[in-house]
């Protein structure tokens, strides 16, 4: 079966600090991962989309990693600000039946 | 270039009744994927549409059903509501295929739905 485990499910940090997230699945055989940002109240919005060759796709203080041979994956935050806390959802899709695989997500709160 | 865009944004039903929600998608955008998000289930795919076909099914019962027009506007609907069907439901757009191509996927700000 088809699984995406994110870990922690929620982390406190202080402004201005770094934190990485974790994304370990069970998909195959694998198309893509994507990492996504859901503010409260908001819909999802696309942060990286990384493929199977890509290991490293960065947007702005956002660095998404892939290790496809180990099934990880890994969002790193730089110099957190208030507007980081958020839900980040990791999200796999399966290259055969095209499905995806959601994570859980993990709940971001950065205080001041 | 609007953004995705979803309604109603709030609805209250009671236990039974059917609900229809629409999605219009970015223009130019020919793929409509629908969400359900609950807080203990975190986001569940439903249904995915591409020029008018369901290309992906999820496992939910055939109470939700779904259909794109040829302007690639989509509804879901949703039969026989029940109380555990409460929850956002997200709609997502993207030029290509969204679950196997790497086009970024576009949510729109989801439908609140309550049932009593």
């Known amino acids: 079966k088809n699984q995406v485990e994110q870990s922690p499910q929620s982390l406190i940090i202080l402004e201005g600090k770094n934190c990485t997230l974790q994304?370990?699945?069970?998909?195959?055989?694998?198309?893509?991962l994507r990492w996504y940002k859901q503010d409260t109240g908001r819909g999802p919005v696309s942060l990286t989309i990384?493929?199977?060759?890509?290991n490293t796709k960065s947007n702005g203080r956002y660095t998404a990693t892939l290790d496809a041979d180990t099934k990880q994956s890994s969002l790193h935050i730089t110099a957190s600000q208030l507007s980081d806390s958020a839900s980040y959802i990791c999200?796999?899709?399966?290259?055969?039946?095209?499905?995806?695989?959601f994570g859980a997500g993990t709940t971001v709160t950065v205080r001041a | 270039k609007a953004g995705v865009t979803q309604t109603p944004r709030y609805l209250i039903k009671t236990r039974g009744q059917q609900v229809t929600l629409s999605c219009s998608p970015i223009?130019?955008?020919?793929?409509v994927s629908w969400y359900q998000q609950t807080p203990g289930q975190g986001l569940q795919f439903l249904f995915e549409?591409?020029?008018?076909?369901?290309?992906n099914k999820g496992n939910f019962p055939g109470r939700f059903s779904g259909r794109q027009f040829s302007n690639s506007r989509s509804e879901m609907n949703v039969s026989t509501l029940e109380l555990g069907d409460s929850a956002l439901y997200l709609c997502?757009?993207?030029?290509?295929?969204?679950?196997?191509?790497?086009?970024?996927?576009?949510f729109g700000p989801g439908t609140r739905l309550t049932v009593l």
């Open positions: 997502a757009s993207s030029f290509s295929r969204a679950s196997g191509a790497t086009d970024t996927q576009y």
């Open positions: 994304c370990n699945y069970t998909v195959s055989p694998f198309s893509n």
């Open positions: 990384m493929t199977f060759s890509e």
């Open positions: 999200v796999v899709s399966a290259r055969d039946d095209y499905k995806l695989s």
């Open positions: 223009s130019g955008h020919r793929s």
């Open positions: 549409y591409f020029s008018e076909t369901q290309r």
